[in-house]
Nanobody, 115 residues
Framework: QVKLVESGGGLVQAGESLTLSCKTS????????MRWYRQATGKQRELVAQ???????FYPDSVKGRFTITRDYSRNTVRLQMNSLQPEDTAVYYC?????????WGQGTQVTVAS
């Protein structure tokens, strides 16, 4: 059974940093692309980072230079380091495994950035 479990969310002040983790199980972690999405209240879910099986990252302009996605092959875990957080980064952050048979999502972790 495929499982994604996020952790690391919380309340921070503007300008501070936070690292999210996504522990995976039930998959061959070495061969999959992993993604992080976020969804703010009243807004659509948006992609904030992607990392390929080879470790190549992708970021949209909204987070480029502030967010860093990495993967730990020994722990089957993908992390999202978020620096210089701003109130507009407030959202529920989701770990995602894209698959042809249907994506798998984690339960989400809340990130709140106070101004």
């Amino acid at each position: 059974q495929v499982k994604l479990v996020e952790s690391g969310g919380g309340l921070v002040q503007a300008g501070e940093s936070l690292t999210l983790s996504c522990k995976t199980s039930g998959i061959n972690f070495r061969i999959v692309t992993m993604r992080w999405y976020r969804q703010a209240t009243g807004k659509q879910r948006e992609l904030v980072a992607q990392i390929t099986s080879a470790g190549t990252p992708f970021y949209p302009d909204s987070v480029k230079g502030r967010f860093t996605i990495t993967r730990d092959y020994s722990r089957n875990t993908v992390r999202l380091q978020m620096n210089s957080l701003q109130p507009e980064d407030t959202a529920v952050y989701y770990c995602n495994l894209p698959r042809d048979t249907g994506d798998t999502w984690g339960q989400g972790t809340q990130v709140t950035v106070a101004s």
